[in-house]
């Protein structure tokens, strides 16, 4: 179970205190743009340190200056372990590589490496398969579903298109309102079904 | 580019020859004779334990004044209050003249070697703070985001994060104060040192030689911009080489 307080931003009341369950390995919460997602992602970490939870953000924050395997051993420094989890996402040739040398899929999947090296007991993705063309969706989530059962770590994620994760079958949220609040959606079966008649 | 300024330099000392020549002057020697005083000065060496002396004061100065500004603008950057309060003493030493600094420091000190690296220290410390200060403002939120959210340490911060992104600035507080640095410490040593390039320009401004003031002035503007060349541009490009990193996708 993850809660959170009230969050406001510049005098505002964004998002009511709320709570959700993890009752699968990935929960996926969904909600148009700018209705608070991230100000969510933050308020739960700033109100779960005892789960130290990790935040993938949107904008991959690799240091540019470092290597990815430099960037990695910023939060971890088992090296074995930094090339297990590059090996099972399939990037095993880009350790020596900087982050402006990748492209943004590489960077978003390498971002969740990092996060998952930190050993969270949630993690947070932010918006991951915003600004990805399809190949690069399919590749992370695999790589989600891969983090998810390799690690056990309970993963959520926040986006405006929850169908791009329907494959994970996560449990679903949505954030509406204004100030947003959280409910269990019910539009999995929907979802599933516009997308297998895609 | 290198090949466009060698070019340019040479057709500098052309134009040098060429005006000296047609000056027919003592105060203006052309660049043959400023060069066979150059190898004269070095031959006895008097020019290199002038040399010496004049970089031993440059580099201790700098290094203070370069370790001073670092921490004192790292701290009015990340500190309103800080720079609420003190930005006015730093903008105050900041326009102070290097010479009212140079006379004081003598008059308080004597004629001494603390009394001569003090004045520069004093005189380019808020110079190397205000590039600092500048560049800590500028930090991305995102990676001091990052480092509270993965709970990087302090060393990990000020090494990974901070450092990285004033690089810019501290060369830059590096190239400036080290050129200005130097031309101080010739009139700290022009008005109370008895060694130095400053010194001896001083000595010959007295004899009158305006050749040995040219060849000891431009055997240190050389050894600087050998510097330069061989040491900074190389260490600035090499750490900012990330920089010049492409998306592929």
Known sequence: ?????????????????GALSLDSEVAVISGPSGVGKTTLLRGICRHNQLLNPRLVFQEPTLLPWLSVTDNLRA???????????????????????????????????????????????????????????????????????????????????????????????????????????????????????????? | MRFTATIS????????????????????????????????????????????????RVFVAFGCAWACGVVIGALLGRSDALDQWFWPWVNTFLNMPALVVIVICYLGLGMTELAAVLAVVVNKTPLIAVNVRDGVRQFEPRYEEFASIYRLSWIQKIRLIWIPQLEPFL??????????????????????????????IHLYFQLFEVDMILAYALSFMIAMQLIEWIVVRPVEQHVQRWRKDGQLA
């Not at chain 1, 179970?1 to 205190?17: G, H, P, T």
């Not at chain 2, 052309?14 to 004779?33: E, L």
Request: net charge neutral.
């Open chain 1, 1 to 17: 179970m993850v809660s959170w307080l009230d969050c406001w931003f510049a005098d505002q009341l964004i998002i009511r205190a």
């Open chain 1, 75 to 198: 939060v971890c420094r088992e090296e074995g372990l930094q090339k297990h989890w590059l090996d099972l996402f399939d990037l095993p040739q880009v350790g020596a590589l900087r982050p402006g040398q990748l492209s943004l899929g590489m960077q978003r999947r390498i971002s969740i490496i990092r996060g998952i090296l930190a050993k969270p007991g949630l993690l947070l993705l932010d918006e991951p398969s915003a600004s990805l063309d399809p190949e690069n969706i399919e590749r992370l989530i695999i790589n989600i579903r891969v983090a998810s059962r390799e690690s056990s770590i309970p993963i959520l994620v926040v986006t405006h298109n929850p169908i791009d994760f329907n494959d994970l079958e996560p449990s679903y949220y949505q954030l509406v309102g204004r100030p947003a609040e959280i409910f269990r959606s019910t539009l999995s079966n929907r979802i599933r079904g516009s997308k297998s008649s895609r």
């Open chain 2, 9 to 56: 330099l040479v057709l500098l000392v052309i134009t040098w020859m060429v005006a000296s020549h047609f000056a027919q002057s003592d105060a203006f020697p052309g660049p043959v004779a400023v060069g066979e005083k150059m190898i004269q000065e070095s031959m006895n060496g008097e020019l290199w334990t002038h040399l010496g002396a004049t970089f031993t």
């Open chain 2, 171 to 200: 060369f830059t507080a590096l190239r400036t104060g080290l050129s200005l640095t130097w031309k101080i410490i010739l009139v700290v040593e022009l008005l109370g040192r008895s060694s130095g390039i400053g010194f001896q």
